[in-house]
């Protein structure tokens, strides 16, 4: 009866670990949590969001931040790779700021923080392609 009574304790207390163990981050607007930033000893530089889905055609806006460390940097560039390898200026600025870019950001975007006068890259980052999962079929409806 007292070996009863302590395998249910011990099955009472195990349960709320063993529930977390198999936790998995939420997963909001249908895409799974993914990094946003990249942060060096230069600078910090954001894009919200940070992955895409793949499929065919999806763009979105994003939001771009950055923040250089580094005092002598008085301004920025914020470049984007084209699609022939080529940069181009997206924003310019401060040493902090931000900006929104339209709805062209898709998988495989890499945006690169520079350094307005020497020309020094500070960070970059690529927005990450996620899988296309295609139209669903209606069975959640």
């Known amino acids: 009866m007292m070996?009863?009574?302590i395998?249910?304790?011990?099955?009472?207390?195990?349960?709320?670990?063993?529930s977390?163990?198999?936790r998995i981050e939420p997963?909001?607007?249908?895409?799974?949590?993914?990094?946003?930033?990249?942060?060096?000893e230069d600078a910090v530089l954001s894009v919200?969001?940070?992955?895409?889905?793949?499929?065919?055609?999806?763009?979105?806006?994003?939001?771009?931040a950055w923040k250089v460390k580094?005092?002598?940097?008085q301004s920025v560039l914020v470049q984007v790779r084209g699609d022939d390898g080529g940069r181009k200026v997206f924003a310019s600025g401060a040493a902090q700021g931000e900006a929104e870019t339209g709805q062209w950001v898709a998988g495989g975007t890499r945006f690169?923080?520079?350094?307005?006068?020497?020309?020094?890259?500070?960070?970059?980052?690529?927005?990450a392609?996620?899988?296309?999962?295609?139209?669903?079929?209606g069975a959640m409806e």
């Open 7 to 18: 395998v249910g304790t011990l099955a009472v207390l195990a349960l709320p670990l063993l």
């Open 48 to 64: 919200e969001p940070g992955a895409v889905g793949a499929c065919e055609g999806q763009r979105v806006a994003a939001r771009i």
């Open 20 to 22: 977390a163990c198999g």
């Open 129 to 137: 392609g996620l899988a296309c999962l295609g139209p669903t079929d």
């Open 70 to 73: 580094d005092p002598a940097v």
């Open 27 to 40: 997963v909001q607007d249908g895409v799974p949590p993914h990094p946003t930033s990249v942060e060096n």
């Open 112 to 127: 690169h923080l520079v350094d307005a006068d020497s020309r020094r890259d500070l960070a970059a980052f690529e927005v």
């Open 3 to 5: 070996r009863t009574a």
